[in-house]
T-cell receptor, first 113, second 117 residues
Framework: QKEVEQDPGPLSVPEGAIVSLNCTYSNSAFQYFMWYRQYSRKGPELLMYTYSSGNKEDGRFTAQVDKSSKYISLFIRDSQPSDSATYLCAMSAQVTGGFKTIFGAGTRLFVKA | DAGVIQSPRHEVTEMGQEVTLRCKPISGHNSLFWYRQTMMRGLELLIYFNNNVPIDDSGMPEDRFSAKMPNASFSTLKIQPSEPRDSAVYFC???????????????FGEGSRLTVL
C-alpha cells in the first residue's frame, strides 16, 4: 500500500463547476499537508499549505484536513479553464535529521470553457 | 531571484551510458530533494538531503543510482548504467527547514527529461 493514495483521474468539468480533489494517507506521522499544481512540462508549484485539521481558504480554493480519517481535500469554486492542470497532494513527516515530503500520484483536471 | 536550476533540461542517451543530472538549489535553502515523475508511478521521492547530508535514500531504485551534495549550492544525481526503464522526468526541489520542526515551501526546478533508448 502506498503511503499516499490519490485518484489520477482525469477529471473533466464545465467552467464554473465546483471541483473536489481528495487524497488518503496511511502514515499518522504526517504533520504538514499541501496541495501543488503542475502545468504541463513544468515543475509543481505550491497552492495551499496547512498544518492542522480543519479548513483553510484562499480565494476560490479551500483545503480541508481530517487527521482522524487520514483524508485531505481541495475544493475549487467557480472553476476556470486556466485551472486545468495536474493537482498533487503532498504530506510531510518528521524523520531523523529532518522532514521528508511524499506526493500523491496527482489528479489531472480539465475545465472546459 | 533565481529559482531551482536543473541541467540538462533534456537528455537522450543509449542504454548502458552514464547519465548525470545537476541541480543548483535556491540560495539559503538547507534541504534538497530529488524526485522522479512518470505516468505510471507519479512523483516518487528518490533521496533527500538536509544540510548537505543524505537523510533518506530509501527511494533510490537500485545501486545504479547515486546522488551527491558536495556543498550547499550543488547536487548531482547519477545513473550508471542507464536502462530504458529509467526514462522519466527528474525533479530537484529545495526548501528552508527552520528550527523546531518548521518547514518552508518546497520549490521545484523545471525538471530534466531523460529518455534512455
Amino acid at each position: 500500500q502506498k503511503e499516499v493514495e490519490q485518484d489520477p483521474g482525469p477529471l473533466s468539468v464545465p467552467e464554473g463547476a465546483i471541483v473536489s480533489l481528495n487524497c488518503t494517507y496511511s502514515n499518522s506521522a504526517f504533520q504538514y499537508f499541501m496541495w501543488y499544481r503542475q502545468y504541463s512540462r513544468k515543475g509543481p508549484e505550491l497552492l495551499m499549505y496547512t498544518y492542522s485539521s480543519g479548513n483553510k481558504e484562499d480565494g476560490r480554493f479551500t483545503a480541508q484536513v481530517d487527521k482522524s480519517s487520514k483524508y485531505i481535500s481541495l475544493f475549487i469554486r467557480d472553476s476556470q479553464p486556466s485551472d486545468s492542470a495536474t493537482y498533487l497532494c503532498a504530506m510531510s513527516a518528521q524523520v531523523t535529521g529532518g522532514f521528508k515530503t511524499i506526493f500523491g500520484a496527482g489528479t489531472r483536471l480539465f475545465v472546459k470553457a | 531571484d533565481a529559482g531551482v536550476i536543473q541541467s540538462p533540461r533534456h537528455e537522450v542517451t543509449e542504454m548502458g551510458q552514464e547519465v548525470t543530472l545537476r541541480c543548483k538549489p535556491i540560495s539559503g535553502h538547507n534541504s534538497l530533494f530529488w524526485y522522479r515523475q512518470t505516468m505510471m508511478r507519479g512523483l516518487e521521492l528518490l533521496i533527500y538531503f538536509n544540510n548537505n547530508v543524505p537523510i533518506d535514500d530509501s527511494g533510490m531504485p537500485e545501486d545504479r543510482f547515486s546522488a551527491k551534495m558536495p556543498n550547499a549550492s550543488f547536487s548531482t544525481l547519477k545513473i550508471q548504467p542507464s536502462e530504458p526503464r529509467d526514462s522519466a522526468v527528474y525533479f530537484c526541489a529545495s526548501r528552508l527547514t527552520k528550527a523546531k520542526g518548521v518547514i518552508g515551501e518546497l520549490f521545484f526546478g523545471e525538471g530534466s527529461r531523460l529518455t534512455v533508448l
